[in-house]
């Protein structure tokens, strides 16, 4: 497991070879992009919600996002430092996990989000991993931490940023122990991250967010927050 690094993405945004890749989707061309929305392709059409956690339940597995010109790589280089730091890559190999699980291994897989450029500068496809999409709480921490990440193109720093978006700033702490791996919940229901979390004090978090089932401990760390 990685340990707890916070810092602003180094040169990963410098110079302008690091768009995104190009993919085939096609925002709608009517009217003026508004920053903030989540849209949603339908069999009967196409659909903009400005209202994050009301929309969050019928996401699919890839929708758009819409921002300030040119900002989509900025949020996809935080959402993919966010995936660095709970160590997402190290579990796609079975060799690293410990057999036998319950659910099975392939599970833990997981690889980094998917962002694509699309006809609209100010808007982007997204495509999350696995990991934040087989429970509610992680499906409603991923579209936050987008949100977190429209702010990083401005702040040009991970955990400003990171602060930046009200559902993640008034449940810090459990922010803070879930991007150290403690990322499974005892006994989830179908609540957002924000229900589960806000106003909840440390010692309730340590209880309600454990290790996956393939992670051992990180022992080296002292603070009393990231240990089991």
């Not at 945004?13 to 925002?27: A, P, S, V």
């Not at 890559?89 to 079975?94: F, G, I, P, T, Y």
């Not at 500068?121 to 495509?127: C, G, L, P, S």
């Not at 990171?162 to 005892?186: D, H, M, P, W």
């Amino acid at each position: 497991m990685t340990t707890m690094t916070i810092l602003p993405m180094k040169n990963m945004l410098d110079g302008e070879d690091n768009l995104l890749e190009c993919t085939n989707k096609k925002f709608p061309e009517e009217g003026t992009i508004k920053t903030g929305l989540l849209g949603i392709e339908k069999e009967n059409g196409f659909e903009l919600y400005s209202h994050a956690p009301k929309v969050i339940p019928i996401l699919p597995k890839g929708f758009f996002i819409t921002h300030d010109a040119y900002v989509g790589p900025h949020i996809e280089a935080f959402i993919h430092q966010t995936e660095d730091i709970i160590d997402l890559e190290s579990k796609r190999d079975k060799k690293d996990l410990v057999l036998p699980l319950e659910p099975p291994v392939y599970k833990y897989l997981y690889k980094h989000s998917v962002f694509g450029m699309t006809n609209k500068r100010k808007a982007t496809w997204v495509e999350p991993s696995s990991f934040w999409t087989d429970q509610q709480y992680k499906k409603s921490l991923f579209v936050y931490l987008l949100f977190c990440g429209i702010q990083y193109a401005k702040l040009k720093d991970y955990q400003a940023a990171l602060e930046s978006y009200q559902f993640v700033s008034r449940t810090i702490i459990a922010i803070k122990r879930f991007l150290f791996g403690f990322t499974k919940i005892k006994n989830p229901d179908d609540r957002q991250w924000y229900d589960l979390f806000v106003g909840v004090e440390e010692k309730q978090v340590k209880d309600m967010l454990s290790l996956p089932d393939c992670d051992e401990p990180y022992e080296s760390c002292i603070d009393a927050l990231w240990t089991p």
